[in-house]
């Protein structure tokens, strides 16, 4: 499938700053000049300005631009931007992340995913727990409910690759916002079992909704891992 636009204008960029074609500190070229240059709108260069901002990799300052942040020492390869709507393979990397399904079933959702996902007890939908691996290691544990009637056909072979992919690029739905909460937790059965935590392991635990640009609810999800294995990171920017 073709890739969008905005990812290979971001991954241009990204490439550029890591060969210090732009230096650091210094403003990029603006929008405009991008759009140009690519052959794209402007928007198409926001959305990929945005995608480098999360990353960590630019900042923005009203009225003077988008600079190049520069080496950040507590940076990690692993590290998730706690406000991004990608998946894992794409964050990570398809070649380095494989996906184990644990469960997959269809099933009448209770109350409390009623409220969760708007929807009536008649609305059946898939529950799903997958575990992550990043290069060949235990990574991720994600437990995901969606509902059918949204996200129809669903199939292990989809799960075994990208979720995101398929909703994006075969049900060309767009995600508009998401609720995320991060905290600590005690490992459960599956964290013991599959992410080789200990009893007295701290795992972080990702819960979230994401809403797709109708307002319509798509899905439910929490995603766990060890303490030691990822990390969560927000760059806060002053604009002002």
Same mark, same amino acid.
């Not at 003077?64 to 990397?93: E, H, M, Q, W, Y």
């Given at each position: ?53 999360? +990353?960590? #990799?630019?900042? =923005? ?11 950040? /020492?507590? $940076?990690? !390869? ?90 994006? +690029?075969? #049900?060309?739905? =767009? ?11 005690? /490992?459960? $059965?599956? !964290? ?49």
């Amino acid at each position: 499938m073709a890739k969008a636009k905005y990812l290979e204008v971001a991954e241009e960029i990204k490439k550029r700053i890591q060969n210090d074609v732009y230096s650091t500190q210094e403003p990029l070229p603006d929008q405009e000049a991008f759009a140009k240059e690519f052959d794209v709108s402007r928007l198409t260069v926001k959305k990929a300005f945005d995608g480098l901002e999360r +990353q960590g #990799l630019v900042y =923005k300052q009203s009225g003077l631009g988008t600079f190049v942040t520069g080496n950040i /020492p507590i $940076k990690s !390869d692993t590290d998730t931007p706690a406000n991004a709507f990608t998946g894992l393979r794409k964050s990570l990397g398809k070649s380095h992340v494989e996906s184990k399904v644990l469960h997959f079933s269809v099933e009448f959702p209770d109350e409390q995913m009623q409220k969760n996902l708007s929807i009536q007890r008649n609305e059946p939908v898939y529950n799903i727990v997958r575990l992550r691996l990043y290069n060949n290691e235990p990574f991720i544990i994600e437990h995901t409910y969606m509902p059918i009637k949204l996200v129809p056909e669903l199939d292990e072979e989809i799960l075994h690759n990208s979720i995101y992919d398929y909703i994006h +690029q075969k #049900l060309h739905l =767009k995600f508009g916002h998401a609720y995320r909460k991060i905290r600590a937790a005690k /490992p459960n $059965k599956y !964290d013991l079992k599959y992410l080789n935590a200990k009893k007295d392991d701290p795992m972080l635990e990702l819960e979230q909704i994401i809403w797709l640009t109708n307002g319509q609810p798509i899905e439910y999800s929490t995603s766990r891992n060890r303490y030691d294995t990822r990390d969560y990171v927000l760059l806060d920017n002053n604009r002002f």
